[in-house]
């Protein structure tokens, strides 16, 4: 069976879809179906009721954090985002939601969506993943065109609406981490560098 919530370390995991924009060469996605004993790989896309029927099941205040961030881009599926994190806030007001995306957002959604999710989300680490379009292009292989560059929109966008925003990358032999952290540092945001994992 597959697994909409999942946990790693003391972070809870929401796994709200599988489709993405990006095929990322690095993507856990490539190699395993499943983190841990988990198995991510969506038979079907849940409903926001199904999602909180799940978070009903659990003690969401053993938790640090709440994080979307499952084998896919959480933003294709804005709304579900929004009322899962809704009902996660009206529950626990202080319990941190943190989003992790490709930022492509805004494309694919065809508006600015950071007004719609800034009530409800603490947090948002932006898949960065190289120095320039060229690079991300080949590491990325978006979907549509120009996406580095609504990439560093979405970054730029974000610092306006939501708190705690940082560019990662995952930290590949082909990737100029040093030009990428000075990217994040000249956008003002943090700075992640990820590992290059086949399975956790
Ligand atoms: S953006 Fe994330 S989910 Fe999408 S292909 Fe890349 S690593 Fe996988």
Do not use: W
């Amino acid at each position: 069976m597959s697994e909409i919530v999942y946990c790693l370390g003391s972070s809870l995991y929401l796994n709200i879809t599988n489709r993405c924009t990006n095929r990322c060469v690095f993507c856990i996605k490539n190699f395993t179906d499943q983190v841990g004993n988990k198995r991510l790989v969506l038979d079907r896309e849940p409903s926001s009721k199904e999602i909180i029927g799940s978070l009903n099941k659990i003690d969401l205040r053993t938790y640090k954090e709440v994080v979307f961030c499952g084998f896919g881009e959480p933003l294709i599926r804005v709304e579900v985002v929004k009322s899962v994190s809704r009902f996660i806030k009206d529950m626990f007001p202080h319990l941190p939601i943190r989003i992790d995306t490709n930022g492509h957002g805004n494309v694919f959604n065809q508006r600015n969506i950071l007004p719609e999710i800034a009530p409800y989300i603490d947090a948002i680490s932006i898949s960065l993943n190289a120095e320039d379009k060229e690079k991300y292009d080949k590491i990325s292989r978006p979907v549509f065109s120009d996406a580095y560059n609504a990439v560093i929109e979405f970054i730029k966008l974000s610092k306006i609406y939501i708190k705690d925003v940082a560019a990662s990358v995952v930290n590949l032999p082909t990737v100029d981490i040093e030009r990428c952290e000075k990217i994040a540092k000249d956008l003002g945001v943090k700075f992640k560098v990820r590992e290059f994992v086949k399975s956790l």
